[in-house]
């Protein structure tokens, strides 16, 4: 899980720095969020699933404002690295992580996931190309299919989304959590 996450940062975290004081009221793919909320969100998650990965509690209960801060671009490349670390150690994946009573590597696969996902979000709401490193998207496709069913009934994922004629892989694994994968990048 260690060197999946450190692909999907290796990807995430430039389309994060790169993203401008303009473009954090655009709207993206995720109905609920805004470009900050969506960054805000996705800071939390960082932050949280580093706990459970050492089998410690997380607090989802709120959802700071990172991006107040000063030098949060920098904040966010550091608790993701400190994530990465997180996963890695021996361990992370073994048992169960945290009050979520998941097995460690569903946990994993979930921040996986968000990293992801919402790295694709970030991308369309501002305009950019985003691509998923190819092992990345190996490694979650089984998990996503797995947790779908949970995911739709915990509002986490919407409905499927019919993939295009001649899909990849990760057009697929968008449109099993909801998004339409086609939808073309903003801006």
Same mark, same amino acid.
């Given at each position: ?79 993701? !690295?400190?994530? /990465? =670390?997180?996963? $890695?150690?021996? %361990? +992370?994946? *073994? ?5 979520? &009573? ?55 994922? !919407?409905?499927? /989304? =019919?993939?295009? $004629?001649?899909? %990849? +892989?990760? *057009? ?5 959590? &909801? ?9």
């Amino acid at each position: 899980m260690g060197d999946l996450l450190r692909a999907a940062a290796d990807r995430a975290v430039p389309l994060i720095a790169g993203t401008g004081e303009e473009s954090l009221d655009a709207p993206t793919p995720c109905a609920e969020y805004d470009v900050r909320a969506l960054l805000n969100h996705l800071f939390a998650v960082v932050v949280n699933f580093q706990a459970l990965a050492a089998k410690e509690a997380a607090d989802f209960s709120t959802t700071p404002d990172r991006l107040a801060e000063p030098g949060w671009r920098e904040g966010f490349a550091v608790e993701t !690295g400190r994530l /990465v =670390e997180a996963w $890695a150690a021996p %361990g +992370a994946e *073994e048992g169960t992580s945290g009050a979520m &009573g998941l097995p460690a590597r569903t946990v994993g696969a979930m921040v996986l996931l968000d990293l992801t996902v919402h790295a694709w979000d970030l991308a369309r709401a501002t305009g950019r190309a985003f691509e998923p490193a190819p092992e990345v998207v190996a490694g979650l496709v089984d998990e996503v299919e797995r947790m779908a069913p949970m995911a739709r009934r915990m509002n986490v994922f !919407g409905e499927a /989304v =019919e993939p295009p $004629a001649g899909a %990849g +892989a990760f *057009e697929r694994l968008l449109a099993t959590t &909801g998004r339409d994968p086609g939808e073309r990048p903003r801006g």
